[in-house]
């Protein structure tokens, strides 16, 4: 076990839906990344949390969105689902502010949008 | 801007055989490089980090300052081997994500 749990792992949607995909970090870990992975992308990173407070954008969409919540959980939120936003998307988790020492992955969450 | 750049999307290798997987990076400053491995699409594991200078698995990799590279090295493949490798890079100020490439499928031919 990673120690990152994120949930559902998988979700099934139709198109204009909107989700909430959860990320429990590592315990003591303050810092919270979502990346997501697609067939034809890789890994492209959307957004970075240290301790309840943003700290850093990437590609993400303005249809999504997230937060770390007081006990560091973190939800991304996908609107306006469309066929494109199918990959797995993970969460990652690091004891530091920056990514000193690399990141702890959790399993991820398989989302199609049908 | 930083830049990891993996050149192999796909790469077979006979069992036994020597395995090296290329990884090269653009930053200006003193990034840390690390490996990741990923069996299946479960999640990414670390495989290595250049700081720690270990062997995982078997598996080595030197940070080349001259050349900007980090290629994943071992001399003698496993099938269990078989997976998908990334390299990424996370810059030297504080604060920074890992900024992965786009990633290696290593299949281990019996």
């Known amino acids: 076990d990673s120690g990152v749990t994120q949930t559902p792992k998988h979700l099934i949607t139709a198109t204009g839906q909107r989700v909430t995909l959860r990320c429990s970090p590592r315990?003591?870990?303050?810092?919270v990344y979502w990346y997501q992975q697609s067939l034809d992308q890789g890994l492209q990173f959307l957004i970075h949390?240290?301790?309840?407070?943003?700290?850093a954008k990437g590609n993400i969409l303005e249809r999504f969105s997230a937060q770390q919540f007081p006990d560091l959980h973190s939800e991304l939120n996908l609107s306006s689902l469309e066929l494109g936003d199918s990959a797995l998307y993970f969460c990652?988790?690091?004891?530091?502010?920056?990514?000193?020492?690399?990141?702890?992955f959790g399993s991820g969450t398989r989302l199609t949008v049908v | 801007a930083q830049r990891v750049t993996q050149p192999e999307k796909l790469l077979s290798v006979f069992k036994g055989a020597p395995v090296e997987l290329k990884c090269n990076y653009s930053?200006?400053?003193?990034?840390?490089l690390f490996w990741y491995v990923q069996y299946s699409r479960q999640r990414l594991q670390l495989l290595l980090r250049h700081i720690s200078r270990e062997s995982i698995k078997g598996f080595t990799a030197d940070l080349n300052k001259g050349e900007t590279s980090f290629h994943l090295k071992k001399p003698f493949a496993q099938e269990e081997d078989s997976a998908m490798y990334y390299c990424a890079l996370r810059s030297n100020f504080g604060n920074e994500k890992l900024t992965f490439g786009t990633g290696t499928r290593l299949t281990i031919i019996p």
């Open positions: 315990s003591g870990d303050l810092s």
């Open positions: 990652a988790s690091s004891a530091l502010q920056g990514a000193e020492g690399g990141y702890t």
């Open positions: 930053y200006s400053g003193s990034p840390e």
């Open positions: 949390y240290y301790n309840g407070e943003e700290r």
